[in-house]
């Protein structure tokens, strides 16, 4: 089965629209300030109201508040919300939309008990644990911590590059891998040639 893409930390239109055209299958909005890559809802809104459809659309959170997360699910329409904080299933669950939960992987995490815990997410993102930073560090986990049996409901994150995503998934199959730094050319301005080599190496792997 073909592995999707999620391309994440879209802030222009024009990134936005040359992952579509290269191919991915999703893209991200991160609504946490002090990231390089966050976006108000309203810009958010802008560019996804100027997408073709059978684009998912992510809005990523890190600890928002209620009234917050209702603003964006609100103005912007996504499809799926990404919690990469400390949210429990519960606030998960409680804000009534489909919702990935990301957890930074470290070699003591029990992706098991975290994957029954959340067992109620579509997906589960995998992203390095960096002490003090909630994602989108760059910085690569070891994938031989990924049990098996839950490979199929993982979409892979953390320091992917074209140069590397390739063995990611011929190595893991995950059901999708997602990246931000590895196809910027400086934080919060993606690169289309990168995400083009990005989403060809991971089509490389099914031919
Ligand atoms: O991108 C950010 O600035 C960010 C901030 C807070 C939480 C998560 C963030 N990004 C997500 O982290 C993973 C891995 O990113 P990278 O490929 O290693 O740069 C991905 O899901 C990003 O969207």
């Known amino acids: 089965m073909r592995t999707r893409v999620k391309i994440c930390g879209i802030t222009r239109l024009q990134d936005a629209l040359a992952a579509v055209e290269a191919g991915a299958d999703a893209l991200g909005f991160v609504f946490y300030p002090p990231s390089p890559r966050a976006v108000t ?3 958010a809104a802008e ?22 997360i209702d603003e964006v699910v609100a103005l912007t329409q996504v499809d799926l919300l990404q919690f990469h904080g400390d949210e429990t299933p ?9 919702f990935i939960r990301a957890l930074r992987v470290k070699p003591e995490t029990d992706l098991q008990a975290a ?21 989108g560090t760059g910085a690569v986990f070891d994938w031989q911590l990924i049990p098996e049996t839950l490979r199929p409901k993982i979409v892979l994150a953390g320091g992917l590059t074209p140069q590397s995503v390739a063995q990611a998934v011929a ?13 910027e050319q400086a934080p919060g301005i993606k690169d289309a040639q990168k995400i083009q080599e990005f989403i060809n190496e991971v089509n490389r792997v099914h031919v």
């Open 41 to 43: 809802p309203a810009q």
């Open 47 to 68: 560019i996804i109201a100027a997408l073709p459809p059978f684009v998912t659309t992510t809005a990523l959170f890190v600890n928002a508040q209620r009234n917050e």
């Open 90 to 98: 519960e606030f998960c669950q409680s804000v009534q939309k489909p």
């Open 115 to 135: 994957a029954q815990d959340y067992a109620a997410a579509r997906a589960l993102l995998l992203d390095t644990y960096v002490a003090g930073v909630p994602g």
């Open 171 to 183: 190595q893991i199959r995950p059901w999708a891998v997602d990246v931000s730094g590895g196809v």
